[in-house]
């Protein structure tokens, strides 16, 4: 195995790579890279068994500078490999394996470092039936955007760590829980043939990383089998095992109807928030209290060790009945996050009920943040 | 109690201010920030026991839109406090006090926040008999940079952690060492008179924090008694302990002779030793090679479970004997960090003796790095 290559392009590609790879993983060589080279391209591969990330480098290409010499394949240990590749001194570099050893020259530097046989690192899942759809990269980043921050954390109910992913006709939606606040998001797909109803659960740490693959991405094709999704777009694919069981039903966890509605600039409301939570952060339960009262909304705290804050709130409408509902605000601060630059509107029933959060004029629950408000009473 | 102040100056200061401050302190209402309101002037101080910072906010300085209604004082929790002001909406506040509570407003917003009384605070030292010299800030931010990294870390010879400054005349020396390596910078004062000979040793961490606050300054005052340092500069007055006990004779350790020259810039030196330290610090012991040899020098390193790595280096002048010497990479790489954009001389006597690395051309040992070589043999 020989070849050289741009180096600026291969330090693209294996950041992107790398990804996917974790330095705690209980598979000794999941902490190597995969590099396999063919006639025509070089593809790098890395994987921590829930997701995998591939990447294929073609001599075609220009901008690689892809000088393959003889084909042939290597892992190499990830994050030392990739630092000697950054740190090199030529816009230009050379790999060739001998044995188990790769040499990587560039300008005056030579490292000589020990690999282990591609034949060691474990095979990628082949999706055998799968549906498939095409969805923009744009559309994509929306959906994992304002869905990741519902998702649970907790190991305790290991489903909840996902996001359920439902395709129905030409719409995608979107529903993540911890089971005290929700996210959904729906989209319609466009310049798409119809799927027939199928869900998925996906993990949203694997959602996190595609995101951060899809910057300047156009199209994605999404690929569903049984046991993984994969996610196609230019020259990277993405794969994802799913999560098993049944998500819990979400839809009659969404309130129709609202007697208080109050309507605000995301940005304002947000600012209020963060100071107010500033004194919750600092108290023994982290709870802000929102007063609405003769059309004038407020947000206050309250902790006997540390102080008060008090804020009136410069609503854009404030309707309905009064209302006092106390919330951690650090739920509804990601969300107003994730609709920062908009008008949102917040509808309550009462203080024992969740409220949502949607854009001003949004219909049919498509953008939508649940939270569940604290009984403090 | 009571004022209103511009909160982008207030914000600066109490920035620099909280450089003081730390949360894991012994001494509680060290964790916080104190207030004292003259009627023509608002005076803030943070400490930490070893040291201290006090700025002085004037309301003659029409940018601090300083407004005193009442004078008085008040010690709040300085995390939380700082927070709060960062946060809060308006280009202004009012901080005033009752009692024990600080009630903040800006805006829409209001903070009502516990504070402790000025009495519980500790009384900064005051210098009875001290000496004072002048120097401009850039040759102090130059003094610090160029020592601090030698200065030692470890607590078991705390003298070590310090920086050993010497007055005499009108030069001011300043050295470090943690018994591997050495830095040392001598400077030329201007425009000050001269002084008896007096040294101090000076906490290293002290330095550090007091090299953020002198960008953008102009000249410093430096006082110095039995057991304090005091840097006056602009509206800010910087305390500093002096560390107790006799620093260890230095000048004999600098080799006055070389037998090998090494002449280079000390940037491409730098990237190799970056590249070089990518296998050693992945191996056991962290050492790399340098050999010159008929006039060529090179850098290497081997390591049986990770790999090798070989440079040839691009040289200005190699005189001298041949040589072959081992050292820890990660000190000649923070000595030629700190003569960046210059090229530099490495000066040699035996594979067991410190070598220098000094600025082309400089004499008198006036800006000087020093490192132990490592025995491999």
Redesign the interface.
Known sequence: MKFSINRQAFIKALNDVSRAISSRTTIPILTNIKLDLTDEELILTGSNADISIKITLEASDTTNQLVIDTPGGITLPAT?FI??VK???AETLTLSVEGL?ALITSG???????GQPVSAYPKLPELSESKSLKVSAAQLVEIIAQTKISASTQESRPILTGIHLTLDGNQIKAVTTDSHRLSQRIVTLTGTENTEKTSVIIPAKAFNELQSLLDGQNRVEIKLSANQAVFVFGKTTFYSRLLEGNYPETDRLIPSEATTELQIDAAALS??I??AS??SH?SRNNVILLTINGGQAQLSGNSQ??????????AEKVTGEDLEISFNPDYVRDALRVLQGKTVELKFTTNLRPFIIIPEGETDNKQLQLVTPVRTF
């Open positions: 030392f630092n000697i740190h090199l001194p050893q005056s530097a030579s490292f000589k470092i020990n600012g209020a963060d100071r500033l004194l600092e060790e540390v102080g008060q804050v008090n804020e009136n709130l410069t």
